[in-house]
């Protein structure tokens, strides 16, 4: 399957400063990658989805500008975390889908970035 | 809303057994639906998917059924062993690309 790489994989940061997290795909394009958020022993709760050259969709209930979504090329999307606070603290976890792939529609996670706001 | 509801939240087989984890969504204009393995604090892994046009999908132990009236599928697996043991997550696709995730089922085997 296709390669996503997350970077971070970890990052502790403290309370009110802001964390970037990379997304990129590495062996294919994607036009649109997702970021889901997961706490402990829970489900994957999508966060935004991120269209290449446009503004990113955010779901219900999550804070655009708290959770700023960059994706300035077809391999890569960034989430910052802005002014982050303990409750941020969860598992971010990336996926991406090949821009020419109209057939399988799979795709396929990046490793994830456990955050700790300290 | 879009909602993908998946049972049990826990299963437990005897190696060799088989196990059935099933799904509902809600949105019938979902089209395709994977299921993903997830190993603790590791990525989730596509494990096998089906589309909407297909009934029923095998690779090796594992198969996954669908029931497009009811809104149903389900995910198959034979002969388990201690090595699937892991969380499985199905989840329902959109026209739009957009996975809603069930909640998870976390399976373990006992050797």
């Known amino acids: 399957g296709a390669v996503v790489s997350q970077h971070p994989s970890r990052v502790i940061c403290k309370s009110g400063t802001s964390v970037k997290i990379e997304c990129r795909s590495l062996d294919f394009q994607a036009t649109t990658m997702f970021w889901y958020r997961q706490f402990p022993k829970q489900s994957l709760m999508l966060m935004a989805t991120s269209n290449e050259g446009s503004k990113a969709t955010y779901e219900q209930g999550v804070e655009k500008d708290k959770f700023l979504i960059n994706h300035a090329s077809l391999t890569l999307s960034t989430l910052t975390v802005t002014s982050a606070h303990p409750e941020d603290s969860s598992f971010y976890i990336c996926s991406a889908r090949e821009a020419t792939d109209r057939v399988t529609l799979s795709a396929f996670f990046g490793q994830g970035t456990r955050l700790t706001v300290v | 809303g879009e909602n993908v509801e998946q049972h049990p939240s826990t299963l437990s087989v005897q190696e060799g057994d088989s196990a059935v984890i099933k799904c509902t969504y809600s949105?019938?204009?979902?089209?395709?639906f994977p299921w993903y393995k997830q190993e603790l604090g590791k990525r989730p892994q596509l494990i096998i998917d089906i589309r909407s046009n297909v009934g029923e999908k095998k690779d090796q132990r594992i198969a996954v059924t669908l029931n497009k009236t009811a809104k149903h599928f389900s995910l198959h697996i034979t002969e388990t062993q201690p090595e699937d043991s892991a969380v499985y997550f199905c989840?329902?696709?959109?026209?739009?690309?957009?996975?809603?995730f069930g909640t998870g089922t976390r399976l373990k085997v006992l050797a």
């Open positions: 949105d019938s204009a979902s089209n395709y």
């Open positions: 989840a329902a696709t959109l026209g739009t690309y957009k996975y809603i």
